[in-house]
């Protein structure tokens, strides 16, 4: 699979070319075009009881689709749902940096050779904002994935650290380790007068796929908007 993207970084659109034979397995509701001759079918890929773990903990749908080229080809346009950027990540399980780990909202598709599943990452994870699991992608092949504003690729040496406000993931590498803190060391009142609180430190070796802005930012500023707005309808009234 060969991916090219367009419209970066503020409404991008991944554009998966496929060969004869070919598949791409994509998150539900994430294409936005695709080729004519394309056979499209959607399971509950891995089986229901994993397609149950990626809804309820994964951030990801019980059904996912497939689309598989005919001769001569084809391609799938994939969009994420929010303002921003898209990417494709080569994968390769077996090589240094292993799977890829992906937070929940943040995976578009990939190429057949990978395999979606929903794994515990642990109390850090879920402090950090992301549900305590992910999207882990097995085997060799290609992710692409979605982000809320422009994306940054972070490559961290062996024992490189790096603190990055909860919200901001998007994905890492297995070999990248996570633990979540006060932002403010040991001061949980001055953490919070910060407006950040907790933030994530990450350590090398490995891939740190971030995101310009924060969708729970986002979903609070709405919330925020439509109380205000509320509040000034029931003041005229």
């Known amino acids: 699979m060969r991916v090219d993207t367009r419209h970066q970084p503020g409404f991008a659109v991944a554009r998966c070319a496929l060969d004869a034979g070919e598949s791409l397995v994509g998150q539900s509701g994430s294409m936005y075009a695709c080729s004519q ?140 380790t996570l633990a979540v803190r006060r932002l403010v060391q040991g001061r949980t009142i001055g953490s919070l007068k910060t407006g950040q609180f907790l933030v994530c430190d990450f350590t090398g070796p490995g891939r740190l796929l971030l995101q310009s802005r924060n969708p729970s930012a986002l979903a609070s500023f709405i919330q925020e908007s439509v109380q205000d707005k509320g509040a000034e309808v029931t003041d005229d009234e």
């Open 37 to 176: 001759g394309l056979e499209v079918g959607a399971k509950a890929e891995g089986g229901v009881l994993s397609g149950l773990k990626r809804a309820a903990f994964g951030g990801s749908s019980l059904f996912l689709t497939r689309y598989t080229a005919s001769a001569p080809g084809g391609w799938v346009d994939l969009v994420h749902r929010l303002p921003g950027d898209v990417a494709a990540v080569e994968v390769a399980g077996s090589g240094p940096s292993g799977p890829l780990q992906v937070t929940q909202g943040n995976w578009l598709g990939c190429s057949a050779g990978i395999e979606p599943q929903t794994k515990w990452a642990g109390m850090q994870n879920l402090l950090g904002g992301k549900g305590g699991f992910v999207l882990r992608m097995e085997g060799d092949g290609t992710v692409v994935v979605g982000c809320y504003g422009a994306l940054d690729t972070v490559v961290l040496a062996g024992g490189e650290k790096m603190t990055v406000a909860t919200g901001q993931v998007v994905a890492y590498d297995a070999t990248v």
